[in-house]
């Protein structure tokens, strides 16, 4: 079987919600009991330290990108099977990328919002075709989707932007979407 492995966008803060931390850590246990391998920003604080811990306790594989600035703010997580230190934020989420065959978007700020567009825009401009899952916990990404409601709207995307990335409520539901698509890579 190939080896399959999940990029996670997702804040180094927890957030003001403990769901955000809860369905971080569900989505790190269920991608490790998937047999898959995590791709994340390779910190130890907030939500983004939360999937990584998750995926760990229950055996799970794990690769992390790290730029320089950021090992000290983010904490570096060394006991990684993989981790790597960039120069940079375009370099972390090059690697990133090209190391995993799906994305998901978890709550975030500044830095998960950049993630998500880069790789959607990439997808809008066939660059690639993985599967990118945004994970609603809590309709924390509500008004990201009216943003891009009214930027098809006023005409600066078509209505096809949004069959480019997929909206879930639960954890759950975004697993068994890339498991799916996991499945046809299969055959």
Same mark, same amino acid.
């Given at each position: 079987m190939k080896n399959f492995?999940?990029?996670?966008f997702c804040g180094s803060r927890s957030g003001d919600n403990p769901d955000y931390v809860n369905q971080a850590e569900k989505l790190g246990t269920l991608i490790a009991k998937s047999n898959w391998r995590l791709v994340y920003g390779a910190g130890n604080t907030g939500i983004m330290g939360a999937v990584a811990k998750a995926t760990q306790k229950e055996k799970g594989k794990t690769f992390g990108v790290i730029p320089d600035h950021l090992v000290q703010r983010e904490v570096g997580k060394t006991d990684l099977d993989h981790y790597i230190v960039t120069e940079?934020?375009?370099?972390r989420k090059k690697l990133m990328f090209t190391n995993s065959d799906a994305v998901i978007l978890l709550p975030g700020g500044p830095g998960s919002l950049d993630e998500f567009f880069e790789v959607l825009t990439w997808a809008q401009l066939g660059v690639h075709a993985k599967p990118i899952v945004l994970?609603?916990?809590k309709n924390y990404w509500d008004?990201?989707?009216n943003l891009i409601d009214h930027? &098809?709207?006023a005409g600066f995307a078509e209505k096809s932007l949004k069959n480019l990335?997929? &909206?879930?409520e639960s954890v759950d539901e975004a697993v068994e979407y890339i498991a799916n698509f996991d499945q046809r890579l299969e055959t």
């Open positions: 492995s999940v990029c996670v940079n934020m375009h370099e994970i609603n916990v008004p990201l989707l930027t &098809i709207s990335f997929k &909206i879930t």
